[in-house]
């Protein structure tokens, strides 16, 4: 009986998150590097948090300090968005507000064979970051194939950074 409650348990939190990975291609000051994004159910709550971890590795001599070369970004979006409803609806009314961000639909997109992939784009109030994403249903996780994050910092090397992601 425990292992059977063990197993439920188990199951209901595969079934609360999606997840997806990404191999981060080279960029300006770095030559690769990993991007995980995680969707968290939020309790009481129509929302998920989509939770990105990232790994970057620098090009050899770039005087970039570590903390710049992990970190963690946050996103909240409407639970809709966890399957293509959120994106249809999104083509249809052009621009949603949200809590903390606006998202923009930029079109569709054909990506080598996913054929009419949703382009956003996730424009945070905070003004310390954008992201860009394509989503297909078929994709596996989130449904995301492609990202692009722009960190925009104060730091005259990396001005407004770059970390583009392409699905694994």
Sequence with gaps: MKLLLIFC?????????????????????????????????????????IDMVYEIKKKDLVPVPSQFLKGNYQQKLPSIFLDERGYLELEKVKSMRLEEAKIVYLGRVTLGTLNDAHRIHIIP?????EM??????????????????????????LGDYVIEGKGK
Excluded: C, M, R
């Design 125 to 129: 109030d905070n003004k310390k970051s």
């Design 132 to 157: 860009f994403l394509t989503y297909h249903p078929t994709a596996p996780g989130l449904g995301w194939d492609q990202l692009k994050l722009v960190l925009h910092t104060n730091l005259p090397i």
């Design 9 to 49: 348990v188990a199951s209901l939190s595969l079934f609360a998150s999606e997840s997806s990975q990404f191999d981060i291609l080279p960029g300006k000051l770095h030559k690769g590097g990993f991007l995980s994004a995680i969707s968290k159910i939020q309790p009481n709550s129509d929302q998920i948090l």
